[in-house]
């Protein structure tokens, strides 16, 4: 058996794992695991936007039509709150590269306001289309007879897209409030801050899913039809 | 010269439930993944053995028409979903990776509890579709039969494949990230044994195809639950999409399914003939390249379905080109067998079997990539025989033979040699004579899904019956000397084989933290014949 050196080993850091050989490596090898973790992302939302493109080609004037009944002024604030609350993430990311506790504590907390209030607004828009009869399924009610299936599939559509975009932000708000509890006792900070990065990637992933899914939804009916 | 059993290893380090079920162990993990997997292994094949049964006479009078429906629909899905995708990968994956690049464990050991919990609660979900109702649609869950007209569990058993396949994205996402920043030093990619390549290539179509299912079998859920008109056409769908979603994925998981075995047989050559395996470098690329094209062959499923003939045309050819990374492994593991010192010890009979099965399925699958000859077969025995021929043929002898290879460094114990060679035989007999039939079968018109035949079909089914009643008991055997061996066997020593790799390094069964000192690798993964001597820990 070789003698072969041990790698200098510097003084442990108490969040460096038993398997990694530095902070270092543990702190890449979190990165590469979202980045990776978020190609499987962009595939599960990529079978949707498939499905997506497929019947908007098939059934163009249906979903100009469908369009339109979506709330444009709800849409663009929600739109404007997503956005803001990378900002505030990618600040809480950046205190965390900073060593500041505080800072993290601080912009943490502001997006999951900002991910609430957006949460909030979404309930809000789904529950005036369950009063309009917008949900499909036996209930379902559409005022242009011709669209009323294609109609029924760009609802069935909305529901699931900005659903499981819902669905994807009680997640981050769930690891927001990980790693509020991390930043409190301390293990975040004194170099060791990738957690905070990796739930920063994952943020900015739902942000950038909704930002395909606002055009995609709300605004394609003011396009195909000049209003 | 006796070899000794170490006095710490990672079967020692603390007994009791507790210490499996909250392990964080890579290897542990693979054991409680071997245990659960075999469980799904036996319940699939129950059901092989009760479908066989039935076709033994033309009538199909064992079951009624329900329930072989239900039997073909659920040995699909536990064989696909519960064993062929995850066996290798999850149990000797998670066993060996980190042992071959020289680390402690996988990069994320908590996710890596956390999938197998997941790949259990998938298992009972299915158990639980079993038990209360069964399905009926294929494993394939064509809508609108799943949407619409099935009156079986179609939801509950596409929540399962949803879950499950999380199990098996999770796996893969700790296999890219350990390969990619925990190996050893001095190990470079192009130092690393080809198992890890075909496992890294494994994990990539894990990353790309596994979601694609995952969101259909979540459409399929919604639509069967609220009434979402995806792909029922009364409801404005289009069900040739599904056929799309569900092969995008569905078609490179059977590289999922068969890559990791060739890893497993690239392994296996180069042990027990000494030699470095031919072309390293071609069999590390063919393993990506089968994955690349993996994804551009979907369409073939679909000769039938109304697909564009242009579009079947391009499908047609892509597929064709799978050929060339797949003969590339063929002709290489056949060329270091070549002049080399070819010890028929178990493993290696099931390389060879692994090498002459495979080629006959990959073949007919060219077969079957021709447009005017598949539409003669198409759902015909002939794929069934084709698809059991790169399936069984080659998935199950691979993990067998892998099996065999690193139970010793699993267990630190030896089975009895003359039985398992005998059961590879048995079971080498038993899968041709089970499935050799099936080819004439479908060539001459037997649609695949059929309770009942004309009678001049009865002498080859009846012969696939007998072949599966031989493979069956040749499955039996092993599950009982590894048992067996656990407690009776001899120990086995570092490296019984005399091979090189890092795994063989250090003891059997190896340390909770794999090594003592991290090794550094100087040498190219296959460096015969240097450590000759055998049984010397």
New interface residues.
Partial sequence: MTHAAQPHQPAHHPALAHHFDDLAQQQEAASLGMWVFLLTEILFFGGLFLVYTIYRAWYPEAFASSSHHLDIPLGTINTAVLIGSSLTMAMAVHAAQMNSRKGVMIFLVLTMILGSVFLGIKGVEYSHKFHEHLIPGPDFAYAEAEFFRPAQIFFSLYFVMTGLHALHMIVGLGLMIWMLVWAHKGVIGNGYYSPVEVVGLYWHFVDIVWIFLFPLLYLIGRHATGH | MAAEFPAHHYLNDGYGIRSWLLTRDHKRIALLYLAAITVFFFVGGAFAVLIRLDLATPPGDVVSDDTYNQLFTMHGVVMVFFFLIPAIPAILGNFLVPLMIG???????K?NLLSWYIYMAGGLMGVYVLLTGSLDTGWTMYAPLSTRFSTTRVAPAALAVFVTGFSS?LTA??F???I???RA?GLTWFKMPLFLWSTYATSLIV??????V???A??IF??RL?????FDPA????PV?FQH?FWFYSHPAVYIMILPAMGVISELVAAFCRKPVFGYSFVAFSSLGIAVLGFLVWGHHMFVAGQSVYASLVFSMLSFLVAIPSAIKVFNWTATMYKGSVSWDTPMLYAIGFIGLFTIGGLTGLFLASIGLDVHVHDTYFIVAHFHYIMVGGTIMGYLGGLHYWWPKISGRLYPEGLSKLSAWIIFIGFNLTFFPQFILGYLGMPRRYHAYPPEFQVLNVLSSAGASILGFGYLLPMFYLAWSLRYGRPAGANPWGACGLEWQTTSPPPT?NFA????VTESPYHYPSPAVKHVA
């Fill in positions: 680390a402690k464990d996988l990069a994320f050991p996710l994205i996402l700790n890219i990230v350990t990619h920043r925990m030093p990353i790309l195809g596994t979601p694609v995952a969101i259909t979540l459409l919604v639509e609220f009434r979402f008109g995806f409801l404005g769908g289009d999409l979603l933290e000192v991290t090794p550094t």
